[in-house]
C-alpha cells in the first residue's frame, strides 16, 4: 500500500516537474527574440561606435524597416491560423506595377489620383481573397496556392506595363517620400499607423480572438458555430491589404511602378516573423512578436552595411546568424508543420 503511494507521488511530482520546466522554457522564449536584438544592438554599437549607435541611423533602420514591416504584419495573421503564404512577391509587385500604370505617369495615359492607390490595394485583396477561397473550398495546401498565385500576380504586373515600368509623375505621390515628421519618414509612419491597426485587430476584436482559435484548435470555433472557413479567407484578405498597402509605398518610394518592388521581399518577412517567436504551428505569437522580428533583420542588415561587409557574402552571412536566432528563439517540437 506504501509502495503504491509512493508510486501515485512519484508521478504526480513528475508530472509536476514536467509543468514547471514547460512553463519555465515558456518564459524564456517570450523574451529570447528581445534578448536576441538587444545582443545585436550591443554588438554593432561596440563594433561600428558612432556610425551605428546615432540617430541619423536610427532614423535609417526606421525607413529601412517600413516596407518589411508591411509585408511581416500581413503573413503573421496567416501564420498564426497555422497556414502560409509565398505569394509576397508577386503581390506586392503587382500592386506596384498598377499604381505606376494607373496614377499619373510617363507611358499611360491614366491619371486616377488616389484611385490608383485604392485600385491596386483592392487587387491585392482579390487576389488574398481567391488564394483564400482555393485554399479552404478545394481543400488544397495554402502553400501550394500562394506560392501559384505568385506567379500568377508577376505575370499580371509585367503585362499591366508590358515590360516598360512607367515613372511616376503625380506630384503629391513623388512629394510623399520627401516628407518627414520628427525626422522620420512619412512612409515609415504608414507602417507604424498599419502596426496600431493590426494589435488593434489582434488584441481587441472578436475576429483577432478567432485567429487565435484556429491556429490552436478549429474545433473550438466548430462548436460556438463560428465558421472556420470565413475566418480563413478573411486572413488572407487582411494579408493581401498588407501587401498591397507595401507595394503601393514601394513604388512611390522608387518613383516607378514595377514587379520588381516585390522581388526578395519572402524570406526576410517569413524570417521575420518566425524569428520574433510566432509559431508555424499557429496559434502563438502575434503582431509584437512579428516588430521584434523585423527589427532584428533590419538591424542585422544595417550592421553589417556599416561593417563593410563584402555585399556577396552578407547573405550568407545573414542566413547563418538568423538559423543561429531562429534556433534560440523557436520552439523545438513535434507541432511546427505548418498546415
Keep these: ?147 501559384a498565385f505568385m506567379y500568377v500576380c508577376r505575370g499580371i504586373g509585367l503585362l499591366s506595363y508590358s515590360g516598360q515600368p512607367p515613372t511616376i509623375l503625380d506630384p503629391v505621390m513623388a512629394q510623399l517620400p520627401k516628407i518627414a515628421f520628427l525626422g522620420v519618414p512619412f512612409i515609415t509612419w504608414v507602417a507604424l499607423a498599419m502596426l496600431l491597426i493590426c494589435i488593434f485587430i489582434q488584441e481587441f476584436t472578436a475576429f483577432g480572438r478567432y485567429i487565435y482559435a484556429v491556429g490552436t484548435d478549429e474545433s473550438i470555433l466548430h462548436a460556438v458555430g463560428v465558421s472556420v472557413n470565413r475566418v480563413k479567407v478573411k486572413v488572407f484578405m487582411l494579408a493581401g491589404l498588407c501587401f498591397g498597402i507595401a507595394g503601393m509605398l514601394g513604388a512611390i518610394r522608387l518613383g516607378q511602378g514595377q514587379i520588381g518592388v516585390g522581388t526578395g521581399l519572402m524570406f526576410p518577412a517569413q524570417t521575420a516573423v518566425v524569428v520574433g517567436g510566432t509559431s508555424l504551428a499557429g496559434g502563438k505569437g502575434g503582431v509584437i512578436n512579428t516588430i521584434v522580428g523585423v527589427l532584428i533583420m533590419t538591424v542585422l542588415a544595417n550592421g553589417l552595411l556599416i561593417i563593410g561587409v563584402n555585399p556577396y557574402i552578407r547573405t550568407g552571412i545573414e542566413g547563418v546568424i538568423i538559423l543561429a536566432a531562429v534556433a534560440l528563439t523557436v520552439a523545438h517540437g513535434a507541432k511546427v508543420i505548418s498546415k
Design 1 to 147: 500500500m506504501a509502495d503504491k503511494a509512493l508510486s501515485s507521488l512519484s508521478i504526480t511530482e513528475e508530472f509536476s516537474l514536467k509543468i514547471q520546466k514547460s512553463n519555465r522554457k515558456e518564459r524564456i522564449m517570450r523574451f529570447a527574440p528581445m534578448i536576441v536584438l538587444a545582443v545585436m544592438i550591443l554588438f554593432f554599437s561596440i563594433v561600428c561606435g558612432h556610425d551605428f549607435a546615432s540617430v541619423n541611423n536610427f532614423k535609417a533602420i526606421l525607413n529601412q524597416l517600413a516596407i518589411p514591416l508591411l509585408v511581416a504584419l500581413g503573413l503573421t495573421f496567416v501564420i498564426m491560423i497555422g497556414s502560409i503564404d509565398l505569394s509576397i512577391d508577386g503581390t506586392v509587385g503587382m500592386a506596384a506595377s498598377l499604381l505606376g500604370v494607373f496614377a499619373l505617369n510617363s507611358r499611360f495615359p491614366f491619371d486616377f489620383g488616389f484611385g490608383a492607390v485604392l485600385l491596386a490595394v483592392l487587387a491585392s485583396m482579390i487576389v488574398g481573397l481567391i488564394i483564400g477561397l482555393i485554399h479552404v473550398y478545394f481543400r488544397i495546401p495554402s502553400f501550394m496556392v500562394s506560392f
